[in-house]
């Protein structure tokens, strides 16, 4: 955080000149369970992790809201708080930005003008939702300077999903912005996307959280992933519930006929995801490794073969990571799909062992052994004190 914080301060001097009146910070996350079940209305299990993305921002006189994005070479673009707010084509990693400050300003929150600058540690494309990251920590700026610094963290959270939705073009549901704006430390956290309730889970220092980069970046607009969307929500109608979460195993068998064979093994990849990702949670809780890496190799069997969001490289990565953890653990892809990157859970003594037989095992499709990360539950979005 110190070196993130001081370039941001940095390029906010250079660029803006002297200080802002705040930094905000969010965190990237990663998935350990519970992926396509969000939009489902289903049960996720994600948790926070050390990539952040932060802002420093300052008050202006007028109701313009100029930004500029550090690690982009200081792209700048700018745009008005007087009229509706318009995605941008020609700066569209600023519609993270601008999606939420429409959203907050449909939401009531009188905002203001302001000099933002942003920076952040999150990878791009590695299915950690530096985008998430982006519009909470660009949100709580937006809210801290027109007033209100404690908002309510779940209505940020849905200030960014509607940002995805109508500004970025990703139908994606609530987990990202949700365990981003109200993560605690140490533990990942359970997640009823239907009514938003959240369930800390201690992650003990004994279980290490490994992230491998698979080097296939993916596109969750391009990558299908609105498609799975609208195959979930067909076979939703066919079975005449509102969302997946509604169907148990037995509805999904008795009501199957007449649906689609592609829409069936999407509605069958949610139900029997819910369904782990509640196990897990428990699993996690009683530090039971074994429980964890069984359900985590079922969920990315189920993703490969129902789902269907998995790509060559990426079920390479998956068996060569489990591999070197045996049964004290397990690996599976998180994020969307189509690339992006391993989560695994395995004994902290046993990451040097594991990272080493990754590197060895292992090379992205440029050749490159791949980015390898281990991580802990990190909290929320927050304002830092500019000493």
């Known amino acids: ?39 489902n209305d289903g049960f996720v299990l994600p948790a926070a992790i050390g990539c952040e ?20 070479e200081n792209a700048e673009t700018h745009f008005s708080l007087e009229s509706l707010i318009a995605p941008s084509s020609v700066a569209p990693w600023s519609n993270y930005v601008r999606g939420v400050a429409q959203a907050l300003s449909d939401g009531g929150l009188a905002l203001c003008g302001a000099d933002i600058v942003i920076s952040g540690t999150v990878p791009q494309g590695a299915g950690l939702s530096s985008s998430a990251s982006l519009e909470m920590a660009a949100g709580l700026a937006l809210a801290a300077l027109a007033g209100d610094p ?5 209505r940020l959270a849905l200030a960014g999903q509607r940002a995805e939705h109508d500004y970025a073009g990703c139908k994606c549901g ?6 981003s704006a109200r993560a605690t430390a140490g533990h990942a956290l359970l997640i009823d996307c239907r009514t938003l309730e959240t369930r800390a889970v201690p992650m003990p220092d004994a279980i290490a959280v490994m992230i491998i ?20 929500e067909e076979a939703a109608r066919h079975y005449g519930v509102n969302a997946l979460r ?15 064979d592609t829409a069936y093994r999407r509605a069958r990849h949610v139900v029997s995801e819910n369904a782990r990702t509640e196990a897990a949670a428990q699993a996690l809780a009683r530090q039971d490794l074994k429980a964890l890496g069984a359900l985590m190799a079922e969920s990315h069997a189920s993703m490969r073969n129902d789902f269907e969001i998995t790509v ?39 990451v040097e062992v ?31 004190p500019i000493e």
């Open 354 to 384: 594991v990272s080493a037989a990754i590197a060895k095992g292992y090379r992205a499709p440029d050749g490159k052994p791949p980015l390898i990360m281990v991580e802990t539950a990190s909290n929320g979005a927050s304002l830092i």
């Open 174 to 179: 609530i987990m990202d912005q949700l365990v």
């Open 150 to 154: 404690t908002i309510d963290r779940t």
């Open 312 to 350: 060559p490289a990426i079920d390479a990565l998956v068996d060569a990571t489990a591999k070197a953890i045996g049964p004290s653990g397990g690996a599976r892809m998180t994020g969307g799909g189509f690339g992006g990157a391993v989560v695994a859970l395995l004994p902290t003594d046993r």
């Open 1 to 39: 955080m110190a070196n993130l914080q001081a370039r941001l301060l940095a390029a906010f001097e250079a660029r803006i000149g002297g200080k802002p009146d705040l930094l905000a910070r969010a965190p990237g996350r990663v998935n350990l369970i519970g992926e396509h079940t969000d939009y």
């Open 213 to 232: 980069h698979s080097g296939v970046s993916r596109g969750l607009v391009d990558g299908a992933y609105n498609e799975r969307r609208a195959q979930c």
């Open 246 to 260: 509604d169907l148990d195993w037995a509805a999904l068998e008795a009501g199957k006929s007449g649906l689609d």
């Open 53 to 72: 993305t932060m802002v420093a921002a300052r008050k202006r006189s007028d109701q313009t809201i100029r930004v500029i994005a550090a690690d982009f």
